[in-house]
């Protein structure tokens, strides 16, 4: 390895140590607008399934990790919407995602936070603490849609 490569490796170690994160490059054909969108449809699908279980009372620990997906997926959520991702493939995203970014990001902990305690009520087998949750989780999507995307 001559110099100019480990000058250039060394350098690239200082950016990473600088910036105290992981910082991943995009793959090519990475789409944050059709990632975001497909994991809604999932979340979506996991919510139905949710509320189909309770109305024909069917057991409630197999949503345990499902529920414990929409809790990390909440979590990385906002990373999904980088500067510049406001238009095209139809997006819903409403402008104040990005002029009010932290309340946004607030919208999705909550969610996540949500999520994660239906995971634990599942995972109890608690049927009415879950029913109960299910509707808080609801209330989450409701009131960061209501802000943050269009009709
Ligand atoms: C932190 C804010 C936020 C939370 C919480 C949230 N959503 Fe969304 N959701 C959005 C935004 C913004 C879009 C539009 C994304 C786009 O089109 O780029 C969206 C889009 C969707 C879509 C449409 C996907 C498509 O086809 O384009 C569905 C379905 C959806 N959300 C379901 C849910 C459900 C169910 C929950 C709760 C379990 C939820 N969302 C919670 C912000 C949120």
């Not at 510049?84 to 309340?103: E, M, Q, Y």
Request: charged letters at 15%; aromatic letters at 8%.
């Amino acid at each position: 390895m001559n110099r100019i490569r480990l000058a250039a490796l060394g350098g690239i170690a200082a950016i990473a140590l600088g910036a105290g994160v992981a910082a991943f490059a995009a793959a090519p054909g990475y789409n944050p607008i059709v990632t975001r969108q497909s994991g809604q449809l999932l979340v979506l699908g996991s919510f139905v399934g949710i509320r189909q279980a309770l109305l024909h009372k069917l057991p409630v620990k197999p949503f345990a990790e499902p529920a414990l997906a929409m809790s990390r997926w909440f979590a990385q959520y906002p990373t999904l919407f980088p500067p510049g991702s406001d238009k095209g493939d139809n997006t819903k995203a409403l402008p104040a995602i990005w002029t009010h970014f932290a309340a946004f990001r607030k919208d999705a902990d909550n969610a996540s936070a949500a999520a994660g305690k239906l995971a634990m009520l599942a995972k109890a087998g608690n049927t009415a603490g879950f029913a109960a949750q299910v509707k808080v989780l609801g209330g989450t999507c409701l009131s960061c849609h209501k802000e943050f995307r269009a009709k």
